[in-house]
């Protein structure tokens, strides 16, 4: 209990510390007029208070990560717990702060966009169509998840295919209406079920006093029952990633960046959200390894359910918060996949927007670009669930990567302190690499293989960047020589 407790408020004062400092980096400035007033069209662009746009930014990044993520995370053991509290605060918020404030800059651009700009034209074109194939993952994942937990609060008398035909309804009206109209005033609900869920939790684990083992030096190791075919690195960083460092979050700030009011309110809204989320995943994570008595006997109930995730969230819940408490906290864990679903595809429509430069006040045209976007998310359900969610897995910190390899381009051109963005960048650029040929989705490589090509893989992308940074100096004293 003791390093839950210490983890939490390390997440606290991560914001409150680390985040002003990276704040203080950026430069906010509260005089600048923000994408929310210079571009107001009444369907993307609008001014919104900030309590509202933390609650909308923080559902939207809150889908199944880190509460699925977090349990099937923890079977490695308490050091997931080190990984959550670091990576967020040094990484995943940091990463969702300074894609929000560059969007807001730059007068709104969703993450393609601003990748463009500081990585290059052809690297834009590749993420342009890299970042809507994941906005579709993530909403055809999205879709299923929420279903199957509704099928079994409904006890089986509604089938999942209604649930999913419900859910896939809200999200066409979610992605086409304007975003005060739907999703700014349903999120109030959602919001309270997920607050729920979180304290319940919370709650029940100090009333049972339940048995959370600590982080020590004897268990500082491989927990996980398949062993070294599931090494912590760099299965983990990936298993657990929205409740550490999510590239899907860079595609959802865009989105509040065109609402916010003052760019003094990015910090909270932002760099607060991610904090937010790094403690829904430490509630999760606590919860899975002491609900069955330890590490040892989550690993043992996953494996008899292949994983299953979500049946762990049910017996939890269910368990420890009674049947009505068990399925308000249920409704909280189908709030979080369900408004990351619907802002998934709405991003998706945004992106193909700014790349077609094509206005999005007329419904018509908001119709030409969404109908595809729901034809190709109803294609990608009949897909097996398991298969999709592990590509979007590492699509996802894939996408973290790039988008921290930009900001420290932006950060180096700013002569800003980049090494705030360049160590996570490195760091990520580690995992993603190794993750893809070790992996069984991947290449499955044998580790003392994979991992050399994997570090030669980011060398590179170091080298590549020092040789940037050498030219780009070397061009601007030519200019200012002239």
């Known amino acids: 209990m003791i390093t839950f407790i210490i983890s939490v408020v390390a997440l606290i ?9 990276i704040e203080k980096v950026f430069g906010a400035n509260k005089e600048a007029i923000t994408p929310a007033y210079s571009k107001e069209d009444g369907v993307d662009f609008v001014p919104m208070g900030w309590a509202k746009i933390f609650l909308i930014q923080f559902l939207n990044i809150a889908g199944l990560g880190p509460i699925f993520g977090a349990v099937a995370g923890a079977m490695w053991g308490p050091v997931a717990f080190l990984w959550i509290v670091l990576g967020c605060i040094f990484a995943g918020a940091v990463h969702d702060y300074l894609s929000g404030m560059l969007s807001i800059r730059l007068g709104g651009w969703s993450i393609p966009e601003i990748i463009g700009k500081y990585l290059g034209t052809g690297i834009k074109q590749f993420m342009r169509v890299f970042t809507i194939i994941l906005m579709i993952l993530v909403g055809a994942v999205f879709v299923m998840g929420p279903a199957k937990i509704l099928d079994s609060i409904s006890q089986g008398y509604l089938s999942v295919t209604f649930w999913a035909v419900i859910v896939f309804v809200y999200y066409m009206l979610a ?8 999703i700014g005033k349903i999120y109030p609900f959602f919001g309270f079920c997920l607050l729920f869920m979180a304290i319940g939790i919370t709650g029940a684990m100090f009333y049972y ?16 029952s398949q062993g070294s075919s599931m090494p912590i690195f760099p299965m983990m960083f990936v298993t657990i990633a929205c409740g550490a460092i999510s590239g899907f979050h860079a595609t959802q700030s865009p989105l509040m960046a065109r609402c916010i009011k003052n760019e003094k309110l990015g910090r909270r809204v932002f760099y607060g959200a991610m904090i937010t989320e790094g403690i829904v995943a430490l509630i ?17 109930a996953m494996n008899e359910h292949q994983g299953n995730a979500a049946w762990v969230v049910d017996t939890i819940s269910r368990s420890w918060l009674g049947s009505i408490g068990g399925i308000l906290a249920l409704l909280g864990v189908v709030a979080a996949p369900i408004t990351s679903g619907d802002t998934a595809l709405r991003s998706a429509r945004l992106i193909i927007a700014d790349f077609l430069n094509l206005e999005q006040k007329s419904i018509r045209k908001r119709l030409y670009i969404s109908v595809p976007i729901f034809v190709a998310c109803f294609l990608l359900m009949q897909v097996g669930f398991d298969v999709i969610w592990r590509y979007m897995a590492w699509s996802n910190q894939t996408l973290a990567m790039v988008v921290l390899w930009a900001v420290t381009v932006y950060m180096f051109q700013e002569h800003k302190p980049y090494i705030i963005s360049l160590v996570p960048a490195i760091f990520m650029t580690v995992v993603c690499s190794c993750y893809i040929l070790v992996a069984p989705e991947g290449l499955q490589l044998p580790q003392n293989i994979a991992y050399p090509i994997g570090g030669a893989i980011s060398a590179a992308i170091v080298g590549f960047f020092v040789v940037y940074t050498f030219r780009y100096k070397r061009k601007i004293q030519k200019l200012t020589s002239n």
Not at 14 to 21: A, L, N, S, T
Not at 175 to 182: A, G, R, S
Not at 209 to 224: G, K, R, V, W
């Open 175 to 182: 992605t086409m209406l304007p975003i005060d109209k739907l």
């Open 13 to 21: 004062l991560g914001y409150v510390i680390y985040g002003k400092f």
């Open 284 to 300: 999760w994570a606590a919860a899975g390894m002491a609900f069955f008595g330890g590490v040892k006997e989550l690993n043992i």
């Open 209 to 224: 006093n339940a048995p959370i083992p600590e982080l020590t030096l004897q268990n500082f190791t491989n927990m996980h």
